[in-house]
């Protein structure tokens, strides 16, 4: 099937686009990608390679180690790094520990090839190793995490990509470990891929890996100023990898452009349900290299809270995939953004064949084998009428308090986002026993349906409507922010002319993603620290995006103290107000806080020492949220001005501080205040 649109032409087999190319050229080269697509899908095995060719790309695997050496396409030889040693082209790693060792990394190599199917139309192949207890090794070179691993790597006829995965399973017996880190690294071709793109306004040349060994080095090693780059446009440049990074529910296509020829290399990761830590967490994509990764499990933007960790004996089994390594190619006269575009609609096409019902792993359930879950969320405020939850994110993991699955980590999770009636549909669900969450934008606090949701393969549970009653004891007196866990509605300064990257200028939702901007706070308040008064100022001009430390000198920091200034008309005696403090992030924090008396030694409130997940520093407007509810007793209000101390003690460095999400005081319930205006009217008196 060929179709048109404006200068360009696409063309299908079947239900997958192939390739683009000029409009004055679509019948010629019609013609050859339709004999070309036709080629029947083939497999060499090679005593050290294993060869799988459709006729679009041709592909080149370590045999029995499962590491890729040779992608090549579109009259390419090989679009990998061809410099890098054999094994540092495309491979999986796993960064790990046993409980309270330094980490280490694994490849998780396998050691035994498996053909799982091969004829015309479609080969899978495996590699697989099964962990030995006799060489149980936890540092060094050979350490290997103790995990049975079966890689796969799928290719389809007329496919412009192929497929990967992997299963990795712990039997009982096995010892104690942690995992911090599972990925996929692709390292292209340095001399000729050099534009990265990660979204419709996230793309750019990108500096080359010698331009940072030259540069410049900042406050951590991922950051450096392009002092000498061989690109002069992008000399004075901050580069970070951390600048590049995306949340789970954006992070669906990313990938590199060759500019001769015009080729891209893309990873589509149809769907999230084998990631770790939900919608919202954040990890890395594309950056320098040209490095390309598909990120499964990390402690990136989470810390310690998110590590993966098994007990001594403790079975478990997981497939993390499969995700699409797709290409795609046009003639230089074509604009090289149509390649993203392209990208862009075939990661789309992906998304609808989820779950795909190609790969053979029994371990990898087909569509008809899941379920699916659908109803309705409304949120019921009990001062307010019950409204829709719209654009509620809506998901099941595994079993749990309220706003647990941020932190889940070894099972599947399944989420979407509700429509603006609050309806959802969850499809595609594995079957198992899991709780149904929410959370709300607009709205304070996490959501847990009470009951268990048990999916069995190929059921369909239609739910009542839900009610989210979040947290509340009485009427709004004043709020700062919004409840959408991130701070980006506050103030994001601009960046010192020192560290600016490019990409980002006059990029309003993506501003905070400059480098250096924890060193502005000091800057804008040389003298004194952030002094809000809910009356007059603006959260969106008044409220510094972070709680950071203070620069005193080269090696001293001092901790910060910010302060809410507010008046009440009236205090009713003996009665509970409650602040709610909702964070967006915490790196090695403890927040005080302190009510009309900022000298008490002892504070009122104390979140402890909390947050590992370094935000501040890698650009992530949100780690982790936490969600304090303080309970103010009347005694600590005064009638006329109060003053809310927030005192960030820690001070080590520049990174520990927090990001405030949002803010409210509320007053006493209207139940109990109406009770007292009635003992008041009727005794004409005035309550102790």
């Known amino acids: 099937m060929k179709?048109?649109?404006?200068?360009?032409?696409f063309i299908?087999?079947?239900r997958r686009r192939l390739l683009l190319v000029p409009l004055f050229l679509c019948f010629s080269a019609a013609a050859s990608l339709m004999e070309t697509a036709s080629d029947d899908v083939t497999l060499l095995v090679r005593d050290n390679e294993v060869v799988i060719d459709n006729g679009i790309l041709q592909l080149t695997i370590a045999s029995p180690q499962g590491y890729l050496t040779r992608v090549s396409y579109a009259g390419l030889d090989n679009l990998l790094e061809t410099r890098n040693k054999l094994s540092n082209r495309g491979y999986w790693d796993?960064?790990?520990?046993?409980?309270?060792?330094?980490s280490t990394t694994d490849w998780i190599l396998g050691s035994e090839f498996k053909v799982i199917v091969n004829n015309e139309d479609q080969v899978e192949v495996s590699f697989t190793n099964v962990w030995d207890s006799t060489s149980w090794n936890t540092s060094g070179a050979n350490a290997r995490l103790p995990v049975n691993v079966d890689r796969r790597y799928i290719m389809l006829r007329g496919s412009s990509g192929?497929?990967?995965?992997?299963l990795l399973e712990r039997e009982e017996g096995y010892p104690a470990s942690d995992i911090y880190q599972i990925r996929t690294v692709y390292k292209l071709d340095q001399q000729r891929f050099h534009y990265m793109a990660i979204s419709d306004d996230r793309q750019r040349i990108m500096p080359m890996p010698g331009d940072r060994q030259s540069g410049l080095p900042l406050a951590y090693k991922e950051a450096v100023i392009l002092t000498n780059p061989t690109n002069p446009d992008l000399k004075g440049e901050v580069d970070d990898k951390y600048q590049y990074s995306c949340e789970h529910k954006d992070n669906n296509v990313h990938g590199w452009i060759s500019v001769e020829p015009q080729v891209g290399f893309w990873i589509i990761t149809p769907s999230n349900e084998f990631r770790s830590g939900g919608p919202m967490k954040q990890d890395l994509t594309s950056h320098v290299g040209p490095t390309t990764l598909a990120m499964f499990h990390s402690t990136h933007y989470a810390g310690l809270d998110v590590t993966m960790r098994f007990e001594e004996g403790e079975p478990w089994k997981k497939v993390f995939g499969p995700y699409y390594v797709y290409l795609n190619s046009v003639s230089e006269d074509i604009d090289l953004h149509t390649l993203w575009d392209d990208a862009k609609h075939q990661m789309e096409e992906e998304v609808r064949s989820w779950p795909y019902e190609f790969p053979l792993s029994e371990d990898f359930p087909k569509s008809m084998l899941r379920g699916f879950v659908f109803?309705?969320?409304?949120?019921h405020d009990r001062w307010k009428t019950p409204r829709p939850a719209c654009s509620a994110w809506v998901g099941l993991a595994a079993p749990g308090d309220a706003g647990s699955w941020q932190t889940e980590t070894k099972g599947y999770q399944f989420w979407t986002q509700a429509d603006c009636d609050g309806r959802f549909m969850i499809k595609g669900i594995r079957d198992g026993v899991y709780n149904l969450y929410a959370w709300v934008p607009g709205v304070i606090g996490d959501y847990k349906y009470a009951e268990n949701i048990t999916i069995i393969p190929g059921s369909a549970m239609r739910l009542a409507d839900l009610v989210f009653e979040p947290l509340r004891n009485g009427p709004t007196l004043w709020q700062i922010g919004i409840p959408d866990r991130t701070a980006l509605e506050f103030y994001v300064p601009t960046p010192s002319r020192l560290f600016v990257n490019k990409l980002y200028i006059d990029n309003e939702l993506n501003k905070f993603r400059q480098y250096g901007l924890w060193e502005r706070y000091a800057e804008l308040y040389p003298d004194e620290d952030l002094i809000y008064t809910v009356e007059t100022s603006e959260y969106q001009r008044?409220?510094?995006?972070?709680?950071v430390t203070r620069k005193v000198d080269n090696d001293t920091y001092k901790p910060t103290t910010w302060q809410i200034r507010f008046n009440l008309n009236d205090v009713i005696p003996s009665a509970n107000y409650t602040l709610r403090i909702a964070l967006a992030s915490a790196s090695r924090s403890e927040l005080q806080v302190r009510f009309n008396d900022g000298n008490l030694r002892m504070p009122q409130f104390s979140t402890m020492l909390i947050g590992s997940?370094?935000?501040?520093?890698?650009?992530?407007?949100?780690?982790?949220?936490?969600?304090f509810n303080v309970d103010v007793p009347s005694e600590w209000l005064t009638v006329g001005n109060n003053t809310v101390y927030m005192e960030q003690t820690r001070h080590k460095g520049p990174f520990e501080g927090i990001m405030y999400d949002y803010?409210?005081?509320?007053g006493p319930s209207p139940h109990r205040q109406s009770a007292i205006a009635a003992l008041r009217e009727e005794y004409d008196f005035s309550l102790p």
Request: with cysteine; proline share 0%; aromatic share 18%.
């Open 3 to 9: 179709v048109v649109c404006g200068r360009t032409t």
């Open 12 to 14: 299908f087999v079947g």
């Open 94 to 102: 796993v960064v790990w520990g046993t409980h309270g060792h330094h």
């Open 162 to 166: 192929f497929y990967v995965y992997v």
């Open 375 to 379: 109803g309705r969320l409304l949120v």
């Open 542 to 547: 008044d409220w510094f995006f972070a709680q």
């Open 613 to 627: 997940d370094n935000a501040i520093a890698r650009h992530g407007i949100h780690g982790l949220y936490w969600l």
């Open 663 to 666: 803010i409210r005081l509320e």
